[in-house]
């Protein structure tokens, strides 16, 4: 394979890794704040083992998250040189706002949140923890807003020709504001409360399965499925927005969603099936004059289809197709379980379904294989640029770069994330075997409840 190709594989693959674990911070930060509020609230013992338990996974999330994204930096120099070159300016300013507004007040209330449980007051705490969670929704504010600027780039000016060419910022709150950045950031956010959510509905559902910690489960569950059943409706709502932002901005990356490659009105939405490339078409169950109605509100509207793009700035089809549509039907079969959870928690028939809660122990993995196929989508999406309208992904490569030092790297990369994912998932699973630690009842050191007078509140 050739440098490029190298390049672009590696470049996926760190950070691919890396998304593993922020939605899981974001997400679980989220949940701590619940969960933790639940215990200020309530004085109920159970919430203060639940708040303990899940901030021990959330560090482990977020030193791998720390860890992988590290990589990703260098990437931009050693790699794709001519890029850091071209939108420095611009690119470097989000991540710098993302160091100082978001990192800072992450790590910097962490050691708050994870060893002050007995040395700061409750409510010192629970500020902690807020601040924690802020910080890591911080940082997915200026990630998305760095990226938002290679999709739908704005608030910047070209100065100099030729190699010396570089975007410069004009209007720092219009590069924030791109057309495209507040849109993507709502759906990433869904993307993570849900990551979060379906975590602890996991970790839940394999207590109650092996009937152990049932009255932690039983709250952690009933928290985790509220905020999964809402985060997945944002994501539906969401995710239509952000798919009429991508028509209006980025066609012909909605029309690679779709495998659309004729302009007509009454376009068709792709239910299920494959793109025959070769042929210009799309196999499968398709709705006629859906795809017009979601994006203009009107079925007889007129979507562009690839035949009004230069085949020269036409992205991948088949596998947009395919990455824009695993995502979408694993959206919905998630928004599904969370529904029926919600509905036999209320019927108060959860345990009689054993099926569904071997179901939610596995559904853990729904949302993270939907955001790395949106990811995919969005930055596959986005091709041949690596700037869209500016810059050519193939002219963001480093000039020295050479394919058989990459490829080692990517060899040595690939041994490392492998270890590194291993560690995790032994860690993972030691933290949940283990469970909730009975100590933990004990909220600041007062004597702990006896079993018998702790029920639910």
């Known amino acids: 394979m050739d440098v490029l190709t190298l390049s672009r594989i590696q470049f996926g ?54 860890a992988t994204g590290i990589v990703m930096e260098f990437e931009f120099g050693t790699n794709w040189a001519t890029y850091s070159r071209y939108v420095g300016d611009v690119f470097g300013s989000a991540l710098a706002a993302e160091g100082i507004f978001a990192f800072f007040l992450e790590s910097g209330f962490l050691a708050v949140l994870l060893f002050g449980w007995d040395k700061v007051s409750r409510k010192v705490h629970f500020f902690s923890t807020c601040m924690v969670c ?10 998305t807003v760095a990226n938002s600027f290679m999709q739908t780039p704005a608030g910047f000016h070209i100065v100099g020709q030729g190699m ?14 791109s057309p495209s950045s507040m849109d993507r950031l709502f759906h990433t956010l869904c993307g993570a409360w849900a990551t979060g959510a379906f975590l602890v509905i996991s970790v839940s559902a394999f207590y109650l399965l092996k009937k152990k910690y049932e009255d932690f489960a039983r709250r952690s569950l009933r928290i985790g499925l509220v905020v999964a059943l809402i985060a997945c409706v944002l994501q539906a709502i969401s ?13 012909a990356k909605l029309a690679a969603f779709e495998g659309l490659y004729n302009t007509e009105s009454n376009a068709p939405l792709a239910l299920v099936g494959y793109v025959d ?38 992205p991948p089809v088949e596998s947009c197709f395919l990455f824009f549509h695993g995502m979408v039907a694993i959206g919905f079969l998630l928004l599904f379980i969370a529904i029926l959870g919600c509905f036999f928690v209320w019927r108060n028939k959860l345990m009689e379904n054993r099926w569904l809660l071997w179901i939610m122990v596995f559904s853990v993995l729904g949302p993270e294989i939907a955001n790395q196929f949106g990811w995919f989508a969005a930055e596959v999406g986005r091709q041949p640029w690596i700037v869209y309208g500016l810059l050519r992904t193939p002219d963001g490569l480093s000039a020295v770069v050479r394919a058989n030092t990459v490829l080692t790297s990517l060899i040595l990369f690939t041994f490392i994330y492998f270890l590194l994912f291993w560690v995790f998932v032994y860690l993972l699973n030691h933290k949940i075997q ?23 509140q």
């Not at 927005?241 to 066609?251: L, M, N």
């Open 13 to 66: 693959l760190t950070i691919g890794f890396h998304y593993i674990y922020p939605p899981l911070s974001i997400g679980l930060g989220m949940m701590l704040v619940i969960m933790e509020g639940c215990w200020l609230k309530t004085k109920n013992p159970v919430y203060h083992q639940m708040a303990k338990f899940w901030t021990n996974v959330f560090a482990l999330t977020f030193a791998l998250g720390v």
């Open 134 to 143: 802020l910080g890591a929704h911080f940082s997915a504010v200026w990630i």
């Open 164 to 177: 010396h060419a570089r975007a410069e910022i004009t209007d720092f709150w219009a590069l924030v504001f």
């Open 239 to 251: 995710g239509d927005i952000s798919a009429r932002g991508v028509a209006k901005h980025q066609p």
């Open 277 to 314: 490339e070769p042929d210009h078409k799309v196999v499968g169950l398709e709705a006629p004059g859906l795809l017009s109605f979601l994006v203009y509100h009107n079925p007889h509207a007129t979507v562009e289809g690839l035949d009004d793009i230069p085949p020269q700035d036409r």
């Open 434 to 456: 283990h469970g909730p630690h009975p100590d933990d009842l004990v909220p600041h050191g007062k004597l702990a409840l006896p079993e018998n007078l702790i029920q639910y």
